[in-house]
């Protein structure tokens, strides 16, 4: 699979900046739930999603930051995998309380950090 | 495959001025494992420390466990492609110090979790409350990448628990026990109406602080492959993975690994223990399907009767569990799966992120959104520092009294998916 | 939902636009829809013609429910 | 210490006053009398508790008058004031069994005094209840008398006492929905290796986390004639009227619409659209018959092609997968839909 064939969504900036020339990205200034939905909202328009929503360990809720990898192409009928993944995704993430107001710049970097090298390891995976 | 481990029972663990092992006590010199650590030039400082059962204290941020081995006879070393050089281990004999683990402790990262406590309620929910506790914090050299650093302190690790492993090489074991698979033929032949079963242990493959290596690889780069049980003993496979306290495995766990214990006691009379089966968890769908697809194969391929399988990790690990199970049923092989569950505080939400009719035999350890307070403890090996930003911890997290209210999410091994605790839910 | 309602006694088909849910979910009669937005119309056609698609899903699903079914079945209009 | 106060609810069977011929027996109280299987309760209880007083009730009395009847007995209960109150064991009677969950729901509910009850995990109140009471898990027959007070009595016990109550294999009750952790004897691993081996014999084992929803549920028999036939609609995309009156949340909702439709030929811009936050509500609240076809359904009506379209159409919020409340929703109306002589459901997702 060439670059061309996926787009990443996220809300991480650190994404945009390792990425954003390169790579079709887009940027949502939005909580991990708001990512989430709006992956969902693509997955509708008939979108496959590429990699796991709940990529890594780091709860959701826990991490602000989320990337998900979808498809560019659309099919005509919804993917009931993708499906069935993002809403259960969204439905783990509502189990989890929201802890990301009072992180200091370090953490978020941290948590920046991490998401990044979740999303690195499917794009390695995509571009192998 | 044929091991024979020997066990050495540690008592007590002394810093002393000579490191030795005598009548069950391991005496260590500080001076000796500060420059065992100290041989990477990212880590700038590192300090020692040991904590026993019951004492008031309590070990925080935890990144690895793992307990001292050394590779007495047969090829190979302890830990195989990380510290020691790339040769199949797991056959000839390999000594393991029991009752005793060396934990890795200190920052990597700015948010960070994993509590070890040596009494009280949290004591309860981690393995680690129940052995000598040979603890180092280290300390990254200024501006050390995280990358880097994190790599730097999961070596170290293994470095010293090679150089506290190598003081028993000379020693003799309290007990021997041999542990031996047979090849395909052999066990047709030896246990012809016993099942077939394997062991289908999923590692945690993701990204930073997510993962796993075999005989030093990074797991997200394997396709499944079947490996001889004793190789795991001898540390064929070893931690990176420092999220999710509660359900990644520690290098203790696979050195330990219950499972694979487990199933050699029933080797030769219930079943026939024919191999390990190991897989991993990418954040890749399309890995994601290929993995499962390759485990599934390979069981059919070995013809087998029945699996367990094993997971690692919150949320998206669900999805390969319940691909892996399915798969394997749909060819035949009936099937077990560990997993732990996130039913939310009040035990009410769906447990897992996915869910398959076919995974009708679940084994779970527990809850862990489950709350618990964990009270103030007299000394803190680590830092408190990070302990409000580590997972399940909320914002009151440190109430007025020093106690904690966590989930049991923060605490090392509460719910790990091995098997490996008696923690369960229903 | 599909089931409790089913479980009533009552037969019951499922217009639904995704159906390997409508399978997981327990369906007996399922009916393909259109799309998750808009399951049983197509902004894409007139008014009219719109509404001559919602009739012949909503035919087919009332054929469903005079059929007799023997486990799951799909009920496709297209 | 004053000893904990029992009420205890049988019914005529049990009571020894008749079979299904006197299942119209009202509802009776009994001050300071232990009746019929009272004896082993009041055993088991022992001297920590006492059985303040029995209510008797035929089983058809209570289904038949549900409202009235559960009023009575709710009045009876006040005039006992328990400190808990136990109703059966029911075994697999399944009337008697949905007398109990209902009696003790509302014991609980109402009157907020705990409550406990007693029956067979396949009996029907079973499942309508366990979530609401704690429910005993009992053999499917009166043999199990013994085995089932064991269990009640400690039980009743500890929620008199307002105690924590341990996972459900531990107390003996009916797994609720509520997963509760406690410590197993056997470490995982040994559990899993067993259940492998149970599972390669053929025996039987118990998994330990069920699969979420997915028993199956055998298809109802054709509608035979559909040009007389009332059909209901139903549908999980949210379409409420304009504004959304009952303020149906969009995804969790706590509760679901009911919505008249009488005149109604078709669900315009002006007074429909969706509540549904799970999908673009752009279509929906432009046309909401792309969701609910209220418009081709009259059309069918009038033309004789169905009998009648029922006037009343009920909504749910939630995706495909969340289906947790959503059960509890349609079991409900499911209810209400039979009651109304409803004869076919058309349910629409998005």
Known sequence: MGRTAYLIMTNNPLVVERLGDTHEVEFLETSYEGLLLAVRDKVHEGHTLLSHPLAGSVKPNETPYRSIMVSCERCDAVDARSLSLIERAIEACRKFEDKTSGYGERALKDFQLIDWTLLESGLDSADA | ?426 | MVKEIERAGLPVVHICTVTPISMTVGANRIVPAVAIPHPLGNPALSAEEEKVMRRRIVEKALEALTTEVDGQTIFDWQ | MAKIKVAHYINQFFAQIGGEEKANYPAELRVGEIVGPGMALAQNLGDEAEIVGTIVCGDSYFNENLETATAEILDMVKELNPDVFVAGPAFNAGRYGVACGTIAAAVQDQLGIPAVTAMYDENPGAEMFKDKVYIVATKNSAAGMRAAMKKLAPLALKVARGEKLGASCEEGYIPNGTRVNFFEKERGSKRAVKMLLDKLAGKKFATEYPMPDFDRVDPCPPLKDLTHAKIALVTSGGIVPKGNPDHIESSSASHYGEYDITGVDDLTEEFYETAHGGYDPTYANEDADCVLPVDVMRDLEREGVIGELHHLFYSVTGNGTAVASARAFAAEFAQKLVADGVQAVILTST
């Open chain 2, 1 to 426: 495959m044929r091991l024979e481990l020997g066990r050495i029972y540690i008592k007590d663990i002394q810093f002393a001025s000579e490191s030795k092992i005598e009548d069950g006590v391991l005496h260590v010199s500080e001076e000796a494992l500060r420059a065992v650590a100290l041989k990477d030039d990212k880590i700038a400082s590192v300090s020692f420390d040991i904590a026993k059962p019951g004492e008031s204290v309590r070990i925080t941020p935890v990144k690895d466990v793992i307990e001292p081995r050394v590779k007495v006879e047969g090829a190979g070393g302890v830990f195989p492609g990380v510290i020691a050089k790339v040769d199949t281990v797991g056959s000839g004999v390999t000594y393991a110090l029991k009752g005793m683990a060396v934990v890795t402790a200190g920052k990597i990262v700015g948010f960070q979790e994993g509590i070890i406590d040596m009494t009280g309620p949290g004591a309860d929910y981690t393995p680690f409350s129940k052995t000598l506790n040979l603890v180092m914090v280290c300390e990254p050299v200024e501006g050390a990448e995280t990358h880097d650093y994190e790599r730097a302190v999961r070596l170290a690790g293994f470095r010293v628990a090679a150089y506290v492993g190598e003081l028993a090489r000379d020693l003799e074991p309290d007990e021997t026990q041999v542990y031996e698979t047979c090849t395909i033929k052999e066990g047709m032949k030896k246990y012809p109406d016993l099942p077939r079963v394997a062991y289908v242990q999923m590692l945690q493959s993701q990204g930073l602080l997510h993962d796993t290596y075999v005989y030093g690889v990074d797991a997200k780069k394997i396709v499944p492959t079947i490996m001889s049980p004793t190789e795991t003993m001898d540390g064929a496979i070893v931690s990176g993975n420092c999220v999710s306290a509660c359900d990644k495995n520690p290098t203790y766990v696979h050195e330990n690994n219950p499972v694979i214990e487990d199933l050699f006691e029933q080797h030769g009379k219930t079943i026939n223990f024919v191999c390990q089966i190991i897989t991993n968890e990418n954040v890749y769908l399309a890995d994601k399907q290929r993995s499962s697809d390759w485990t599934a194969k390979i069981c059919k391929m070995l013809d087998l009767d029945g699996v367990i399988v094993s997971q690692e990790g919150f949320g998206n690990p669900d999805t390969d569990l319940i691909m892996n199970c399915k798969k394997i049923e749909a060819e035949g092989v009936k099937t077990v799966i560990i997993t732990d569950e996130y039913a939310g505080r009040d035990g009410r939400s769906q447990s897992l992120a996915d869910a398959d009719i076919a995974a009708d035999a679940v084994v779970t350890g527990g809850n862990a959104n489950q709350v618990v307070v964990l009270p103030k403890l007299d000394k803190v090996i680590g830092t408190l520092d990070y302990v409000t930003k580590i997972a399940g911890a909320s914002e009151d997290t440190l109430r007025a009294d020093g106690s904690l209210e966590v989930e049991l999410q923060v605490i090392t091994g509460a719910t790990n998916e091995c098997g490996f605790n008696k923690l369960s839910a229903r």
